[in-house]
């Protein structure tokens, strides 16, 4: 069977993970779109739970409970992790508002908070259920840290936003392949970097109907944020799936790094040739509406495929039942 349910509950998550980005990096212009992947991914995941009612087998601690009882006694994890989702939480709130004087409500927020809800409930729902709870903790994890704690580290021990570097980034990364391959094909086009312009700092200008237009590449478009959601859900589902990280592991992530950048190359290179031939206009349409579902396309043909050589050169891991169930968070 080509595609196991297990693998429909990762891209039940990157579809909604998708919509999300896209809505939060450009706002409203592809509400429609957004709402229809959310859909589509929700329906996804509860098909592939089906896969988790048939499973054979005594259930199995989650990934948590089998890190944290190396070094705690396991009655006491019961405790521990949903304390720890209200801590973070709190902890998160308090230097918001205390430290940095915001109230508005971002991307980041809406992570942590959906993180720490996940270590609340942890030990909550049917044990047969564990790998999907391993896999959305660890998803949400990963996220947090990439998205969180990286950008806040280097904007405080910078002194300064991160936008300077994440401008450098852009260029090199995305913007001049980008009008590298544009040149290649036989059209006009230029790149420019300017960091102390009002505006975007990375532009590309192209020719359409002989008049030179410019389009800007924000971080949104440049595949920095889109490589952080593929590596936060390769490792989750990897780590959740076999519970360790190996060689194949790690070639596995190091080629889904690769194809995650030539995706979004070729999502640029594809909106900016519409551009060239319809105009600003066309590249609008298919940068809103078409973007993300080219991106979405690639990601899973490549899980498919390497998920498949995963499963080859290392079998998922039964892990034996727990020798004492834990104890209820709830007394």
């Not at 594809?270 to 066309?282: E, L, S």
């Not at 690639?298 to 080859?312: E, G, H, S």
């Amino acid at each position: 069977m080509l595609f196991r349910r297990e693998w429909l509950l990762l891209l039940g998550s990157l579809l909604v993970a998708a919509a999300l980005y896209s809505h939060y990096i450009g706002g409203h212009s592809a509400l429609l779109i957004e709402l229809i992947l959310v859909a589509l991914g929700i329906l996804v995941a509860f098909f592939s739970l089906k896969a988790f009612e048939t499973r054979q087998g005594p259930p199995r601690d989650g990934l948590l409970t089998v890190i944290m009882s190396r070094f705690v006694p396991r009655d006491k994890v019961a405790i521990i992790i949903p304390f720890l989702g209200f801590l973070i939480l709190l902890l998160w709130s308090a230097w918001k508002i205390g430290v940095a004087g915001s109230t508005d409500l971002q991307m980041q927020d809406f992570i942590v908070t959906l993180f720490s809800l996940s270590l609340v409930l942890y030990l909550s729902g049917p044990s047969k259920l564990q790998p999907v709870k391993d896999f959305v903790v660890l998803y949400l994890m990963f996220l947090t840290i990439v998205f969180v704690i990286i950008w806040r580290a280097y904007e405080i021990l910078s002194g300064e936003s991160s936008g300077e570097i994440t401008g450098y980034a852009e260029y090199y990364i995305v913007t001049k392949p980008v009008v590298g391959i544009l040149q290649t094909l036989g059209f006009r086009a230029h790149s420019v970097l300017d960091l102390n312009g009002p505006g975007l700092s990375n532009i590309i200008e192209y020719e359409h109907n002989g008049v030179m237009l410019r389009v800007g590449i924000g971080t949104g478009c440049s595949g920095l944020y889109s490589a952080g959601l593929f590596f936060s859900a390769f490792l989750a589902f990897v780590l959740a799936r076999y519970r360790k990280v190996d060689r194949y592991i790690g070639a596995a992530l190091g080629v889904g790094f690769l194809l995650t950048w030539a995706a979004n190359i070729i999502r640029m290179v594809i909106t900016v040739m519409t551009g060239i031939a319809w105009g600003h206009p066309a590249l609008a349409t298919v940068h809103s509406y078409l973007g993300v579902l080219i991106f979405v396309a690639f990601i899973t043909v490549f899980w498919v495929v390497i998920v498949r050589w995963l499963d080859k050169k290392e079998p998922e891991i039964n892990v034996p039942a727990p020798t004492q169930p834990l104890p209820s968070p709830v007394k």
